[in-house]
């Protein structure tokens, strides 16, 4: 399993390069796998520049590249991702959506929350909670229909969302 807070929660008094190592000692890689991944993370976040870096002092940006990285240094089959994007710019955003999805195309089963539904039509399966309950579940496009009628055709996933609650509440 991987997890990846809402919060920068790695150590802010390591460098960005004593987290890596850190984290694939916690996770109990191999020296040569060790080597290896922290590498491929490196690369795939582009965090070479700030190896040398005090993780608290990144910009946020970079403290969420990180977090993601360690959170999948260890090649986890599940990785769970509390609010991901939460603060960050639109390219960024952007950017840790790509990876997402990366991740998904090598079979691993990524469970997301957000409050975004923008973003949550990237999502294979969506589950929507209201008030701690899970209120209906389906693919973006089945949500969606569900809240369709003749005055709004095309819904939004943010407009079936609505429709779920005001039903919930007039229930």
């Not at 040569?32 to 690369?43: F, G, L, N, Y």
């Amino acid at each position: 399993l991987g997890y990846m807070a809402q919060k920068f929660s790695l150590y802010g008094d390591l460098s960005v390069a004593q987290n890596l190592d850190y984290f694939a000692d916690i996770y109990g890689l191999t020296r040569s796998a060790k080597r290896e991944r922290v590498q491929a993370m490196i690369d795939m976040f582009e965090l070479g520049p700030h190896l040398p870096s005090n993780a608290a002092l990144l910009p946020l940006g970079f403290k969420q590249r990180l977090a993601l990285a360690c959170a999948t240094l260890h090649a986890p089959a599940v990785l769970f991702l509390d609010e991901p994007t939460s603060g960050v710019d639109p390219l960024m955003r952007r950017e840790f959506w790509h990876h997402i999805s990366a991740l998904t195309t090598r079979g691993v089963a990524v469970v997301v929350t957000t409050h975004f539904m923008e973003e949550a039509e990237y999502c294979d399966r969506i589950g929507l909670i209201w008030r701690g309950r899970k209120i209906a579940e389906g693919t973006p496009d089945e949500l969606k229909a569900s809240a369709a009628s003749a005055t709004h055709p095309e819904p939004t996933l943010e407009d079936a969302f609505i429709a779920l609650i005001e039903g919930e509440a007039a229930a």
